[in-house]
């Protein structure tokens, strides 16, 4: 019995071939279509399409490095100007510090150079008066004597020599003293 | 009543080989070819309509097989399971173009009209002739075993099927191995009978779907030439939407069990895999 079951099971096996059409032809027919087809998609499709995608995520993935790149730039750069500007706050601050104080200085310097150049002024227009009193009183003198001189010669009807005007000056002078 | 479909492909004349389903895969090559083509001619970063779509197709298969196994898997098996997908989509779709399964020789019953019970159809998807479902089963079976054997070599394909798990030593030990020893031949048998499964399910599910479009646009042809021609357009549309899932759904089904052999085998032990979910759906 068990050597006729192959027999039965190959007859069997013929049935279902026969009635779903199974032949090694059409069924080598079909495998080498659908080979082709595989070979035409990943030649063509998937082959292009995915290094495509891999390019496309690989400079998706250099813009996101750039990107982050350029905002740490950024923030060091804005981190840099902020120390600048402090820094040249800190400069000006300081810079109009000693300018005001220098200008105080410079101030005081030049009121101390006014002062002395006043004093010197009138140290001198000082000594300028007292010689113009000098002369005047010098020129009064003289001209004082003169005229004691000329009321003489007329009380005395006299006419004095130049000796004796001499002489009336000289005393005149001694006895008015201004 | 299935009686309206024949279950085999019909030959052409020239060549035994030639078939229906067979000219329909040449389409269906020509159909991926010329979009493929389109698709990837000038492509550039910003992509035209055709690359656009062809981009996010892969993009999103890829994504879905890398997900089921695992990133370095995913680079070697994908260019089979794209495929697979794309093509049994197609093909599943093509059958419900008017005409595709209806227009073809026979006995002439009146004008334009063939008796159904002896239609040899001009086009027939290959997804609904057996030769092509187990043709695509083989070959997802033949890449399945050259990935296993590239990742875990034949002895680890052995111990991973064979070999006791659990770390348990002594009495316990060897029950548990010819537990195991046990298991792994049965874990055999069901990686035998995968090609099986994959081509008949596909088959049958496409092959029903033809069937039922069939049946229903017949199903008033007794009723007089208005209703009849009525009822021809009238009663399989619900179908013809149906067909469009069923046809979806067993693209992905198809790939979807690809994917997770391939990762059921390809997993090592370190990694935690025991795969008691697999088998037989």
Same mark, same amino acid.
């Given at each position: 019995m068990l050597s006729t079951m192959p027999i039965i099971a190959a007859s069997k096996v013929d049935e279902i071939a026969g009635k779903f059409g199974l032949a090694w032809g059409k069924f080598f027919a079909q495998v080498i279509i659908f080979w082709i087809v595989f070979m035409v998609l990943k030649k063509f499709a998937f082959g292009p399409i995915l290094a495509m995608l891999e390019q496309r995520r690989q400079r998706i993935a250099d813009g996101e490095a750039k990107l982050e790149k350029i905002a740490r730039d950024l923030a060091e750069a804005e981190k840099n100007a902020k120390n600048l500007l402090d820094k040249a706050n800190d400069d000006a601050a300081r810079l109009i510090k000693e300018a005001g104080d220098s200008a105080k200085s410079l101030a005081e310097k030049r009121q101390q150079e006014a002062i002395h150049e006043a004093n010197q002024i009138i140290a001198k227009a000082r000594e300028a008066a007292q010689l113009e009193h000098e002369q005047l009183m010098s020129q009064l003198k003289r001209e004082f004597g003169r005229m004691v001189a000329d009321a003489t010669s007329r009380v005395t009807g006299k006419v004095l020599n130049s000796d004796d005007q001499s002489r009336i000056n000289q005393e005149t002078a001694a006895q008015v003293s201004l | 009543m299935l009686a309206n479909v024949s279950p085999k492909a019909a030959e052409m004349g020239l060549?035994?080989?030639?078939t229906n389903s067979v000219i329909v895969a040449l389409c269906v090559l020509g159909i991926v070819f010329f979009f493929s083509k389109k698709a990837t001619?000038?492509?550039?970063?910003?992509?035209?309509k055709a690359q656009n779509l062809f981009e996010f197709l892969v993009e999103f298969l890829y994504g879905r097989v890398e997900g089921i196994v695992g990133v370095k898997q995913a680079k070697l098996a994908f260019p089979l399971l794209g495929t697979l997908f794309i093509y049994i989509l197609t093909s599943n779709w093509f059958?419900?173009?008017? %005409?595709?399964?209806?227009?073809g020789f026979g006995h002439a019953e009146g004008f334009l009209t063939l008796d159904p019970a002896h239609l040899e159809p001009l086009l027939r998807p290959p997804t609904a002739d057996l030769n092509a479902t187990i043709g695509l089963a083989l070959s997802s079976f033949l890449v399945w075993l050259f990935l296993t054997i590239k990742e875990v070599g034949v002895w680890g394909f052995i111990v991973h099927t064979f070999g006791p798990k659990g770390g348990l030593k002594g009495v316990m030990g060897i029950a548990v191995a010819i537990v195991f020893l046990f298991v792994g031949v049965i874990e055999i048998v069901s990686i035998a009978i995968r090609p099986v499964t994959l081509s008949i399910r596909l088959f049958g599910n496409i092959f029903a779907g033809e069937n039922v479009l069939h049946t229903m646009s017949d199903?008033?042809?007794?009723? %007089?030439p208005i209703v009849s021609f009525l009822g021809s357009i009238a009663l399989p549309l619900p179908f013809y939407f149906m067909e469009l899932l069923v046809g979806l759904l067993q693209a992905v089904v198809f790939t979807l069990l690809c994917s997770v052999y391939i990762q059921l085998s390809t997993t090592h032990d370190d990694h935690g895999h025991e795969e008691g979910g697999d088998h037989h759906h």
């Open positions: - | 060549f035994s080989f030639l001619t000038n492509m550039t970063l910003v992509p035209h059958g419900l173009i008017p %005409g595709v399964g209806t227009i199903l008033l042809n007794n009723q %007089g």
